[in-house]
Structures are given as C-alpha cells and as structure tokens.
C-alpha cells in the first residue's frame, strides 16, 4: 500500500528532544516563520479523491493535536477519514502531545476502524506518553524514535503495533545504540506486539 503525506496541518513547535533535528522544525526556523501550527482546510478532501487505497500520514511534520488546533477541526479531520474507509484507506495519526490527544479523543472523539492512534516515545523519561494512549478506544501503536537515549521497561499492553525508529534525518543525526533497539524488539517479542518498520502499515500487505 503507497503511503503519503496529508498535510492538514503545516508548521511545527519543538516540544521535546526529539524534535531538535526534524527538518520542519529547522525549515520554519531558518524562514524566521511563525511556526505554530494552521489548519489547511484545501487538503482536507484529498483522501476522498483518491481512489487506490492509500495510508495517509496525517499532519507529517506537524501534529494534529498541537494546542493551537481546535477541536472542531480536529473533529472534521475525523469525518474525513470515517468517509475515506469505503475507500480502502488507512489513517496514521502520531503525536507528541499524548495528553491532549487522550483528553480530545475521550470527550468528543469516535476513532474509525481504518485510523490508527500513535505517540511518539524517543526516550524513557516518555513513557507515560503509551499511558495516555491506553486510555483512547482506538487501535493503537507507539514509535520508539527518534530514539535519543534508553526505552527501559516499558508497559506495551493494549499496542498493536511498535517498533524503534532511528533517527536518519538532519545535519547531524543523533546515533541509536543498538542495545536500545535490541531491547525495544525483545520487549515487543515477549508482550506479543507486532514489530514494525517506519509505519504500521508496513508488514500489511
């Protein structure tokens, strides 16, 4: 399945390590643009117009759930994607910002079959990212990336799907020890969760 971008969602805030290399990040700086977040209501019909099934990415090198986008857009987002599953599309939707993504979801919320909800995890100081996801009715994956220090034990219960993810991308990528990725794949061996590569829908063929 081909997998693109649906940028619903442009610009982007540093919130945590793992977004000191990304390159959206350091476009909108050099630029010296605002970088907070915008809605983009002219892509918001590009999945429906599509008619090979397609994984969309959605707010690739942004986040959906960024404090600066509203709920009733989000929630439009949402009626995008419920009509796009005819389609035989599929939804990636990962964000850092786990807490709002948890509280959104819960109070106004209804995550469709074809949508998937992810965090963001670089290090172990981030786990409780998973614990905010837990509690979202939605299927549910965790990207261990990019990876900046130790996962350590971590509770995969309820995921369905992980994996580590490298950072390869920047002036100056940051390198992953492989015992950080070997004990990410063994933890996801023991609880039962399906590795992956870059995205879940990889391995699904």
Same mark, same amino acid.
């Given at each position: 399945? &081909?997998?693109? =971008? ?6 982007c !805030?540093?919130?945590?390590? +793992?977004?000191? %290399?990304?390159?959206t990040?350091? *476009? @909108? &700086? ?7 977040? $915008?809605?983009?209501?002219? %892509?918001?019909?590009?999945?429906l117009? /599509? ?8 707010? $690739?090198?942004?986040d ?8 009733? #857009?989000?929630?439009?987002? #949402?009626?995008?994607? /419920?009509?796009? !599953? =005819?389609? +035989?599309?599929? @939804? ?9 993504? *948890?509280?959104?979801? %819960? ?19 981030? %786990? ?11 299927r549910?994956?965790? $990207?261990f ?6 996962i350590? &034990? ?9 994996? =580590? ?7 100056? =990528? ?8 070997? *004990? ?7 609880? +039962?969760?399906?590795? @992956? ?5 990889? +391995?699904? &063929?």
């Amino acid at each position: 399945m &081909k997998i693109v =971008p649906w940028e619903v969602v442009i610009g982007c !805030e540093r919130i945590s390590l +793992g977004c000191d %290399n990304c390159p959206t990040y350091w *476009e @909108f &700086k050099k630029e010296g643009w605002d970088y907070h977040p $915008s809605a983009q209501l002219i %892509n918001l019909r590009e999945p429906l117009r /599509k008619d090979e099934p397609t994984c969309f990415i959605v707010a $690739s090198g942004s986040d959906l759930f960024h404090e600066s986008i509203s709920t009733e #857009f989000i929630q439009t987002v #949402f009626e995008i994607m /419920k009509d796009a !599953e =005819p389609l +035989g599309h599929q @939804f990636e939707v990962i964000t850092k910002r786990a807490e709002r993504m *948890e509280m959104v979801s %819960n109070r106004f919320l209804e995550w469709p079959d074809n949508a998937i909800a992810g965090v963001a995890v670089e290090e172990g100081r981030y %786990n409780w990212r998973i614990d905010c996801l837990r509690n979202i009715k939605a299927r549910r994956m965790v $990207s261990f990336g990019p990876l900046t220090g130790a996962i350590g &034990k971590v509770d995969l219960q309820g995921i369905e799907v992980a994996g =580590p993810v490298p950072e390869t991308w920047g002036p100056n =990528p940051r390198h992953a020890k492989q015992e950080w990725i070997d *004990e990410i794949e063994l933890q996801c061996k023991q609880q +039962g969760v399906r590795l @992956f590569e870059q995205h879940w829908i990889a +391995g699904s &063929k």
